[in-house]
């Protein structure tokens, strides 16, 4: 049996924890192995004055052309889950960061094939998530989206992306 999804009238925790929920279970629309939760674009779900969940959501840079797409995600998400009324805040500041990125995300990351982000002053090679090999390579600052960029395993000779500290 399928349990009702909170109303506007139930208690705003219920509420909150519908929604985050449903956030957990939205895709990104550029690494569909991670939610948005895991990548920490989902800033906070909150219950305003009014009633109305109120959802911050940041991009992962500025201009990222999957911003208006996450958008509507989120608002369907939300709609399906009946968690009532709400409204998408897009959160610029502070900047979104890949330290953001739950382990869980990582862990994702890295069974779909795309390095995760290390420390920014990290001076290790990046290893290929095939073999892991260290013997890699950066044969493009950017990747398929302007996040990652592309590496070359020189042992098994496998392109790979790198999602890079942001």
Sequence with gaps: ?????????EPAPERVASAWRALGMVEDP???????VDLGIVRFVTTGPDGVL???????????????VIRQLV?????????????????LSPA??????????????AAYGIVPPRDA?????????????VD?????????TPCKALHRCRQCLEP???????
């Design 1 to 9: 049996m399928i349990a009702a999804a909170p109303a506007l009238g």
């Design 30 to 36: 550029e690494i569909p192995a991670l939610s948005l």
């Design 54 to 68: 109120q959802v911050g959501i940041s991009p992962t840079y500025t201009g990222c052309p999957a911003t208006e």
């Design 75 to 91: 608002e369907r998400a939300l709609e399906d889950a009946a968690v009532g009324p709400v409204a998408v805040i897009h959160v």
């Design 96 to 109: 979104w960061s890949s330290e953001w990125i739950s382990s869980e995300g990582r862990r994702k990351l």
């Design 121 to 133: 002053d990290s001076s290790l090679p990046v290893a290929c998530p095939r073999c892991h090999s």
């Design 136 to 144: 890699t390579e950066c044969i493009s600052r950017f990747g398929s």
């Design 160 to 166: 790979f992306e790198y999602f890079k500290c942001i």
